[in-house]
């Protein structure tokens, strides 16, 4: 069975996001790949509690040192079979929930594409 929260993302999805005083230019640049990533984590292989938990601490960590932007890896769901693009969804249900999260996008094919996104964190 097919979770709810998850049905409507799907593997080549481009993921978007971004707080209502965050800028069309602002956007752009990121969307582009202009901001230096400075740290990033990759979810892969964990469940979708563990990576939620692993997820918020990376983002408030990143807050606390002032660590502007930043790459998540949550994968396609390429081998999460019937259950789909289950870490994907889990970004993109959970980033917009925390304050420190300014705006998110799917990275540039370089970077991961539609299996990462970079993240603009508030500090």
Known sequence: MTDPDTADIET??????HRPQISRIVMRRLRRGRYSVREEIDLHGMTAPEARLALHDF????????????RVVHGKGLRSGQRGAVLKAGVNRWLPQWQ?????????????????????VAH
């Open 59 to 70: 983002i408030v960590e990143c807050s606390r040192n002032g660590i502007g932007c930043v």
């Open 12 to 17: 080549g999805d481009a993921l978007f996001f």
């Open 100 to 120: 420190e999260v300014l705006a998110f996008c799917s990275a540039l094919p370089r970077d991961g594409g539609t299996g990462a996104v970079y993240v603009l």
